[in-house]
């Protein structure tokens, strides 16, 4: 069975720092593009960050500048490196893996709470 497995999530002042992990299994990595959503309280589902193999990353004009995507698949993992966080980035952030050769075979993982707090 395909899994998503987010970590790294946490508590943080602002300011700082925190980096998320998301390790996949069971899928051949290299051929997913790998996105980062985030879901805040009353909010839609948003787009922070995504990455194809071979591609330039895109950010959410909201993050540009203080969150990094990137992958290494030989460890079937994607990275977010965020910071410089702010209170307006708490959220649960996604996982998401689209298929880039069959299309709509997508996974998600189950998230992980960032918060970030004074």
């Known amino acids: 069975q395909v899994q998503l497995v987010e970590s790294g999530g946490g508590l943080v002042q602002p300011g700082g720092s925190l980096r998320l992990s998301c390790g996949a299994s069971l899928i051949t990595f290299s051929i997913y593009h790998m996105n980062w959503y985030r879901q805040a309280p009353g909010k839609q589902r948003e787009l922070v960050a995504t990455?194809?193999?071979?591609?330039?990353?895109n950010y959410a004009d909201s993050v540009k500048g203080r969150f990094t995507i990137f992958r290494d698949n030989a460890k079937n993992t994607v990275y977010l490196q965020m910071n410089n966080l702010k209170p307006e980035d708490k959220a649960v952030y996604l996982c998401?893996?689209?298929?880039?050769?069959?299309?709509?075979?997508?996974?998600w993982g189950q998230g992980t709470q960032v918060t970030v707090t004074s």
């Open positions: 990455l194809t193999s071979g591609s330039s990353p």
């Open positions: 998401n893996a689209v298929n880039t050769r069959v299309a709509g075979r997508q996974y």
